[in-house]
Every structure is written in structure tokens, then in C-alpha cells.
């Protein structure tokens, strides 16, 4: 096993113990068989560098069934099949399926990226940034999304929030509504809405769900048991088609400075970003903070990270530029990585 094939084999193998519990238990099968299949390996090297190798290789996988590709593997895929096969059966067909489609797969692998815009983390999102907005009361709340693949989560003023027991907030008359189970330490849920501010994204590379190909790509993105989440994607992609999203094509770190500039001198200004900064390397991120500090000299300055952390969930952290010094993240909540479910932290 080459050096590149024993770090491939890891990043499948973590993915399949870290990220599949409970949420796929077919792609656990197929990243775990991949891990140990030196020609998959060789065809996951495909990946670019800056990009996860487990999630674009059954993403491609998945966008070629999708699109109508016959094989038997089909048979496994919870979405595709009424009576799917059991998860041990697909590992085999998934083989055979990529060494007779290896050239389509290479080809996507090199033309796409993980872009996966799911449209409930909003409802993770949204206690976070009610807290910001509650610390500068009676101002707009700009909000600079980097990352932010389609723009989903930017609509999320058209979102209404369904907490449970904690009641729910946001748009009274929503054009999706999302459902979130709470637990832990009650976060803040005013009533009323998210002040108005600018909505804008930032993407190397932003996906138009007008565009038949980047909605097809945003659904191979769904995992094949996921089918409520295929169900939000639809409506929110039925909205972005009516309000189209503003998602600016570029480089976060170079792009940042020139939007917060444009903005009044004073209104705070949240930069967010979801499952983003896993996929960019220390030193870019270190430029963000550099342009944060910078920007927290003429407005007060919010970074809310939604990423995958040192624990077995994703976390929420909330770092503060009201100076030029930041007192470092503090950490609100542990969360589902698709926004199902928010464990309040805050405060303890």
C-alpha cells in the first residue's frame, strides 16, 4: 500500500466510525469495503486534495444512479430501490460499479466538489445568531456566509423553526418549516424575527439551483436513506428558484474585506460558516481571522463556525471582534451534522 492509498484508507475508515452511526449505514459499508480495496483507493485519488474523498466518491456514485445509470447496484440505494437489498450486499456491486464507470466517476470527482447546502442546519444556526443579534438590539444583522455552496441557508429568514416544547420562531408564513430537537441549556428564542441585513455568500465555486445539473448535484449530495432530507432540499430549492440567493463567486479571504467595507461603518456584521473550514487549510483560515481582527477596528465583528470539532458531533462556536482583539470562541452547542438535532452548551 502506497503512502497516499494508507492515508485514503484512513479518511474512509474515519468517516465510516465518525460520520455514518446512525445516519447511513450503506455508506458505511461502502467506506469501509473502499478502505480496503487498493483500486478503489486508486480511483478515490482522483479526489483533489482540498476536497473530502469519502463524500465526493459516493456523491459521483450517487449522481450516476440518480441520473439513471442501470446496474444492480441500484438495488441497494434506499432512494432508488422500493425494497432496497441489505447494505452487506452492496459493497461487491459497488466495486463492479465503479471499475465499469471509471471514467465517469474520475470525470465528475474532477469537476465537482462537496458543496452539500442542507437547508435545517439553519435551525442550529438561528439560536446562535439571535444571541448576536441580542447583544447589538435595534440594529440591521449582516450576514457574510463563506462557503455557502448554493445559498440555502441565507433564506433562512423564510425558515420557520420548530423547537418543540421550546416553541416555534421565525417567518410566520414560511416557505419551509424545520423541525429541530432541543436539549441541554435553553438557548435564546426571543420572539420575533432575525433584524433585517444584508444576506450575501461567498463560494469558490456557488452551485445556481436554477441550473438542472447544480440542483441534480445538490441532491446527489443527500445520503440514499435520507429522504426527508431530499424533501427540504426540494422546497428549499423551489424557494432559492423565486428569491435566488446572493452568492458571490471567489475567494472568502480575499472577497471579505471589500464586502464589509461596503457596509455602514458600525452595524455588526456575522460571518458564518457550516462545514466549510474542513476543507480549507490552516493558513486560509488564519487569513479570515486576520481579515476579522482588521474589520473589528470600524463594526462589531461575529465569526459563527459550524463544524466538525474534537468530539463525536459537530460543534457551534461564537467568536466576538466587538475590538481588535477576539477573547477566542466560545463554544454554544454540540449539533447534528444536518441539523435534526441542537444540544445547548452555552453558559455552562
Not at 273 to 279: D, W
Not at 282 to 304: C, F, K, M, Q, T
Amino acid at each position: 500500500m502506497t503512502r497516499s492509498h494508507a492515508v485514503l484508507r484512513d479518511r474512509f475508515l474515519r468517516f465510516a466510525a465518525r460520520e455514518c452511526p446512525g445516519q447511513s449505514p450503506l455508506y458505511a459499508a461502502l467506506a469501509r469495503a473502499v478502505a480496503n480495496d487498493g483500486d478503489l483507493l486508486e480511483l478515490a485519488a482522483c479526489v483533489p486534495p482540498d476536497q473530502p474523498p469519502p463524500n465526493l466518491l459516493l456523491a459521483a456514485v450517487h449522481a450516476l444512479l440518480l441520473a439513471g445509470t442501470t446496474h444492480p447496484l441500484r438495488d441497494c440505494y434506499p432512494d432508488l430501490a422500493a425494497a432496497p437489498k441489505p447494505a452487506r450486499q452492496a459493497p461487491q456491486l459497488f466495486r463492479d460499479f465503479c471499475l465499469s464507470h471509471t471514467q465517469a466517476i474520475a470525470a465528475m470527482l474532477a469537476q465537482r466538489r462537496v458543496a452539500t447546502n442542507e437547508p435545517a442546519r439553519a435551525a442550529c444556526l438561528y439560536p446562535a445568531l439571535r444571541l448576536v443579534a441580542a447583544a447589538r438590539p435595534g440594529q440591521p444583522l449582516h450576514l457574510v456566509d463563506i462557503g455557502a455552496s448554493a445559498g440555502l441557508n441565507l433564506l433562512l429568514d423564510h425558515f420557520r423553526f420548530d423547537y418543540g416544547p421550546a416553541g416555534r420562531h421565525g417567518a410566520l408564513s414560511p416557505a419551509l418549516t424545520l423541525h429541530c430537537a432541543l436539549s441541554g441549556r435553553r438557548p435564546p428564542l426571543p420572539p420575533g424575527r432575525l433584524p433585517a441585513g444584508l444576506r450575501v455568500g461567498i463560494d469558490l465555486a456557488p452551485l445556481d439551483v436554477r441550473q438542472p445539473a447544480d440542483a441534480a448535484w445538490l441532491r446527489a449530495l443527500i445520503w440514499p436513506e435520507q429522504r426527508a432530507r431530499a424533501a427540504r432540499l426540494r422546497q428549499a430549492i423551489a424557494l432559492a428558484r423565486r428569491r435566488p440567493p446572493d452568492v458571490r463567486r471567489g475567494d472568502g479571504v480575499r472577497l471579505l474585506p471589500g464586502l464589509l467595507a461596503a457596509l455602514p461603518a458600525g452595524e455588526p456584521v456575522c460571518v458564518m460558516h457550516a462545514f466549510t473550514f474542513n476543507q480549507v487549510d490552516a493558513s486560509a483560515r488564519r487569513r479570515v481571522e486576520a481579515r476579522l481582527h482588521a474589520g473589528a477596528r470600524v463594526r462589531p465583528l461575529y465569526r459563527l463556525g459550524y463544524e466538525w470539532g474534537v468530539g463525536r458531533a459537530p460543534r457551534l462556536e461564537l467568536e466576538a471582534y466587538a475590538t481588535s482583539r477576539s477573547a477566542g470562541p466560545m463554544v454554544l452547542a454540540d449539533a447534528c451534522a444536518h441539523g435534526s438535532w441542537l444540544r445547548w452548551r452555552a453558559g455552562i
